[in-house]
């Protein structure tokens, strides 16, 4: 299993960027993919994910309305529009392989994911 990010940068505070993970290895059928975030000095915490068998998806509250899930084959990308300082933080992408459907995606914690990108840097800054 491979997971690799790009599309990390300094952007000005109200800007856009979209990241991408480029996977290998599993599919997203039957498993929950997401991206999370992790400041300095702060937790690593999760951002947006998307449960494919029944299309659902969670967002954190400081993203709702903001960032969006999507995939595309083998890649799954974070579009992240009105950006904020306090967005800056290396961004990862992960993978929670699952042995069977328990129920719609309602959280996400970094326990739970088996596999991680090395990440990439957003920086938020005028």
């Known amino acids: 299993v491979q997971l690799v990010e790009s599309g990390g940068g300094l952007v000005q505070p109200g800007g856009s960027l979209r990241l991408s993970c480029t996977t290998s290895?599993?599919?997203?059928?039957?498993?929950?993919i997401g991206w999370f975030r992790q400041a300095p000095g702060k937790e690593r915490e999760a951002v947006a994910g998307f449960q494919k068998s029944d299309g659902t998806t969670y967002y954190a509250d400081s993203v709702k309305g903001r960032f969006t899930i999507s995939t595309d084959k083998k890649t799954m990308y974070l579009q992240m529009n009105s950006l904020r300082p306090e967005d800056t933080a290396v961004y990862y992408c992960?993978?929670?392989?699952?042995?069977?459907?328990?129920?719609?995606?309602?959280?996400?914690?970094?326990?739970?994911?088996?596999?991680w990108g090395p990440g990439t840097q957003v920086t938020v800054s005028s």
């Open positions: 290895g599993f599919t997203f059928d039957g498993n929950i």
């Open positions: 992960a993978v929670e392989i699952l042995r069977a459907y328990r129920g719609s995606l309602l959280m996400m914690a970094p326990y739970e994911m088996n596999y």
